[in-house]
Nanobody
C-alpha cells in the first residue's frame, strides 16, 4: 500500500509563492513515477508536473517557468515550488504515484495511470 499526504497549501496574493509537499509512505520507491495534479471548481483534474525515476521532469505549459517539481528520495517526499502565482492557479492540488517502473513517455498527464492519490491541499490565489 502507498499513502500520500499533501501539505503546504494556503491563500496567497497574485505574484506570491508557495511550496507544496507530499509525504509518501508504504511501498513507495524511487522508481515510481510521481506527479502533481490540480482541480479547480467545475473543471477536470489536470496534470501540473511529473518527475521520473531518473529525476527528469515535465511541466504543463500553463505553469512552465513558474512551477518546479522536485523530490527527495531519502525523505520520500515530493515537492512543488510555485512562484509568480496567478488567480487561475487556484485549485485543489493532488499528489499522485504512478507506475513503479517509471513514467510512460508522452502521456504522463493521463489520470488513469496513477493508482495512488493524496487527499489534496487547497491553493487559493487572490488578485
Amino acid at each position: 500500500q502507498v499513502q500520500l499526504v499533501e501539505s503546504g497549501g494556503g491563500s496567497v496574493q497574485a505574484g506570491g509563492s508557495l511550496r507544496l509537499s507530499c509525504a509518501a509512505s508504504g511501498e513507495i520507491y524511487s522508481s515510481h513515477c510521481m506527479a502533481w495534479f490540480r482541480q479547480a471548481p467545475g473543471k477536470e483534474r489536470e496534470g501540473v508536473a511529473v518527475i521520473d525515476s531518473d529525476g527528469s521532469t515535465k511541466h504543463a505549459d500553463s505553469v512552465k517557468g513558474r512551477f518546479t517539481i522536485a523530490k527527495d528520495n531519502a525523505k520520500k517526499t515530493l515537492y512543488l515550488q510555485m512562484n509568480s502565482l496567478k488567480p487561475e492557479d487556484t485549485a485543489m492540488y493532488y499528489c499522485a504515484a504512478g507506475p513503479v517502473s517509471g513514467c510512460p513517455g508522452g502521456i504522463w498527464y493521463v489520470r488513469s495511470l496513477y493508482a495512488h492519490w493524496g487527499q489534496g491541499t487547497q491553493v487559493t490565489v487572490s488578485s
